[in-house]
C-alpha cells in the first residue's frame, strides 16, 4: 500500500513563530487531507488538498502531486496551534485513507 | 453541518462484557469507517463501509464486529476484549472513498 511520511516528529515553536510541516507519499494520490488532533483526540480537519494550494487564516497548504509531497505552513502560531498534525492520503489505486505518523507541535507562550 | 456524533465519549468495559459504540451522520455520506488509535500513534483502518456494505476489513479479530443498520448509522459491537484494545476509537464518514472525510470526537475505551 501507499506509504506516508511526516517531518519533523517533534516541533518546539516559540509563539509567533513560523513552521513549515513535511508530507511525503510513494505514490500518486486522489485524496489528502490534513488535520490537527487537539489534546482530547478530535480530528480537525484542515485542509482537502489533493493538489494545488490553499489558505486560510494562518494555515496555507500546497500539494505538488507529480513530486508526491504536500506542505503545511503555520504562520504567527499561538499556543492553541499545539497538537499533533496528520497528513492523511487516499492513494489512487487505494480505496483508504491512510495516516501518516503525524508532527506533535508544542507552542510555547 | 460537517459533523459525526460518537457515543459514548468514554467507556470502560469489563472482558466478559458485551458494549457497543455508535456512530451516526446526517451529510448523506455513502462510505462510513472505524478507526482505532493508541496512545502516540497516528488512526489506523479497521473497517470501511460503501452504500451500507463491508467493503474493507483490516483483518480485525472478530471480537469486534460491525454494523451499518442504514445510510445514517454505524456501530461496532464489542466481546470479549482484551486489555491491549483500550484505544480510542474514532468514526468517519465521506461522500465516497476518495473524498474529503470527517472524524467524531470518538471514544475512549479502557478494557479492565
Known amino acids: 500500500g501507499i506509504q506516508v511520511e511526516q517531518s519533523p516528529p517533534d516541533l518546539i515553536l516559540q509563539e509567533g513563530a513560523n513552521s513549515t510541516l513535511r508530507c511525503n507519499f510513494s505514490d500518486s494520490v486522489n485524496n489528502l487531507q490534513w488535520f490537527h488532533q487537539n489534546p482530547w483526540g478530535q480530528l480537525i480537519n484542515l485542509f482537502y488538498i489533493p493538489s494545488g494550494t490553499k489558505q486560510n487564516g494562518r494555515l496555507s497548504a500546497t500539494t505538488v502531486a507529480t513530486e508526491r509531497y504536500s506542505l503545511l505552513y503555520i504562520s504567527s502560531s499561538q499556543t492553541t496551534d499545539s497538537g499533533v498534525y496528520f497528513c492523511a492520503v487516499v492513494g489512487a489505486a487505494g480505496n483508504k485513507l491512510t495516516f501518516g505518523g503525524g508532527t506533535r507541535v508544542l507552542v510555547k507562550p | 453541518d460537517t459533523e459525526v456524533t460518537q457515543t459514548p465519549k468514554h467507556l470502560v468495559m469489563g472482558m466478559t462484557n458485551k458494549k457497543s459504540l455508535k456512530c451516526e451522520q446526517h451529510?448523506?455520506?455513502?462510505?462510513m469507517y472505524w478507526y482505532k488509535q493508541k496512545a502516540k500513534k497516528p488512526p489506523e483502518l479497521m473497517f470501511v463501509?460503501?452504500?451500507?456494505?463491508?467493503?474493507i476489513n483490516e483483518s480485525v479479530p472478530s471480537r469486534f464486529s460491525p454494523e451499518c443498520p442504514n445510510s445514517s448509522l454505524l456501530n461496532l459491537h464489542l466481546h470479549a476484549l482484551q486489555p491491549e484494545d483500550s484505544a480510542l476509537y474514532l468514526c468517519a464518514s465521506s461522500w465516497n472513498l476518495a473524498t474529503e472525510a470527517f472524524f467524531g470526537q470518538g471514544t475512549r475505551l479502557t478494557v479492565v
Open positions: 451529510m448523506g455520506h455513502r462510505a
Open positions: 463501509y460503501s452504500y451500507e456494505k463491508l467493503s
